[in-house]
């Protein structure tokens, strides 16, 4: 069982932030960085151009495609703060919510002219939003380029980037409480851990992996409104059975280790937790003395000094 520890410590602690930025092209990126903020902007359909752009740019380069994916999502993320004022602009708040709502009273002399407003931005990846009906904002439709260039990324990256956005509109807890099923969250690890575990090299480690450690948390720490243990301190048995079913299966996975830890460190305290078992979580789960480095950060930085004045 000491073998079992020190591998979960070592694979938590050591590949919890792994980065492969070998295809990452600098000259590459640069180049498409600063062709992006050349593009126009304000126009509704500038993402249509900056998908065109992102084909000539990396035809035929999968590996930086990767790369330059991402970036092109974070320029259409930035395009929704322009496209929310001209919401705005466009429509009262009272005017959106009645939208979202289907309040017949309020946008009755006004629908056709709002659901041809989301019409026409649902075009170039657009949706409006409401926050528990208090604010309203454009967000990106997820899919919305995946649909456009999936065929030019790597096999791995398309993999989970269509994993991640059909789980996007589906978080797994709201307002600190555990919103869908164990077997959902046991789910969304699995995939993530096996790709992780088949491609040790995967560019986006960092990134599976922290979203890893938020469903893990849920699973062996638990949530302000769904909690792991009964009042007595000890594990539910449908947790328990969700984790052991788990790394019965996956013995060898970096996340199958850590869960058999879990349980190993509950069974010497007859699965009954403390605060021992509470720290142990946290610190593997969120290491104190990780370094938090976004690869992409110099081109994001580029798009916003030159877009978001």
Same mark, same amino acid.
């Given at each position: 069982?000491?073998?079992?520890?020190?591998?979960?410590?070592?694979?938590?602690?050591?590949?919890?932030?792994?980065?492969?930025?070998?295809?990452?092209?600098?000259?590459?990126?640069?180049?498409?960085?600063?062709?992006?903020?050349?593009?126009?902007?304000?126009?509704?359909?500038? =993402?249509?151009?900056?998908?065109?752009?992102?084909?000539?740019?990396? &035809?035929?380069? $999968? @590996?930086? !495609?990767?790369? #330059? %994916?991402?970036?092109?999502?974070?320029?259409?993320?930035?395009?929704?703060?322009?496209?929310?004022?001209?919401?705005?602009?466009?429509?009262?708040?009272?005017?959106?919510?009645?939208?979202?709502?289907?309040? =017949?009273?309020?946008?009755?002399?006004?629908?056709?002219?709002?659901? &041809?407003?989301? $019409? @026409?931005? !649902?075009?170039? #990846? %657009?949706?409006?939003?409401?926050?528990?009906?208090?604010?309203?904002?454009?967000?990106?439709?997820?899919?919305?380029?995946?649909?456009?260039?999936?065929?030019?990324?790597?096999?791995?990256?398309?993999?989970?980037?269509?994993?991640?956005?059909?789980?996007?509109?589906?978080?797994?807890?709201?307002?600190?409480?555990?919103?869908?099923?164990?077997?959902?969250?046991?789910?969304?690890?699995?995939?993530?851990?096996?790709?992780?575990?088949?491609?040790?090299?995967?560019?986006?480690?960092?990134?599976?992996?922290?979203?890893?450690?938020?469903?893990?948390?849920?699973?062996?720490?638990?949530?302000?409104?769904?909690?792991?243990?009964?009042?007595?301190?000890?594990?539910?048995?449908?947790?328990?059975?969700?984790?052991?079913?788990?790394?019965?299966?996956?013995?060898?996975?970096?996340?199958?280790?850590?869960?058999?830890?879990?349980?190993?460190?509950?069974?010497?305290?007859?699965?009954?937790?403390?605060?021992?078992?509470?720290?142990?979580?946290?610190?593997?789960?969120?290491?104190?003395?990780?370094?938090?480095?976004?690869?992409?950060?110099?081109?994001?930085?580029?798009?916003?000094?030159?877009?978001?004045?």
């Amino acid at each position: 069982m000491k073998k079992i520890i020190f591998s979960v410590l070592l694979l938590c602690s050591t590949l919890g932030f792994c980065q492969n930025t070998e295809y990452l092209d600098d000259e590459k990126m640069t180049k498409f960085a600063n062709d992006l903020t050349e593009l126009p902007f304000s126009e509704r359909d500038c =993402i249509l151009k900056a998908v065109e752009l992102f084909k000539t740019t990396f &035809k035929d380069d $999968k @590996e930086c !495609a990767d790369w #330059g %994916y991402q970036l092109l999502y974070y320029y259409h993320e930035l395009a929704c703060e322009d496209k929310t004022n001209t919401l705005h602009k466009t429509w009262s708040d009272e005017q959106i919510r009645a939208l979202k709502v289907h309040d =017949i009273e309020v946008i009755s002399g006004i629908r056709s002219g709002m659901k &041809k407003f989301e $019409k @026409e931005y !649902a075009k170039y #990846g %657009y949706r409006v939003m409401s926050y528990e009906d208090t604010s309203y904002a454009i967000e990106v439709q997820p899919a919305f380029l995946y649909n456009s260039v999936s065929k030019y990324l790597t096999d791995n990256y398309a993999y989970y980037r269509k994993g991640w956005i059909a789980e996007h509109d589906y978080p797994i807890y709201w307002h600190a409480k555990l919103v869908v099923s164990l077997s959902e969250v046991m789910r969304r690890v699995q995939w993530r851990d096996e790709l992780l575990d088949k491609n040790p090299d995967f560019i986006r480690y960092d990134l599976v992996t922290r979203e890893i450690e938020k469903l893990s948390f849920a699973m062996t720490k638990g949530l302000e409104n769904t909690a792991v243990y009964d009042d007595k301190g000890y594990i539910k048995k449908e947790y328990k059975d969700a984790l052991q079913t788990y790394y019965r299966a996956h013995t060898k996975t970096t996340w199958g280790l850590y869960y058999t830890e879990y349980i190993h460190r509950l069974a010497l305290n007859k699965y009954r937790n403390s605060d021992e078992i509470d720290r142990w979580v946290l610190s593997t789960l969120f290491p104190e003395d990780r370094k938090n480095i976004d690869p992409l950060l110099k081109y994001k930085d580029i798009l916003v000094d030159n877009l978001m004045d």
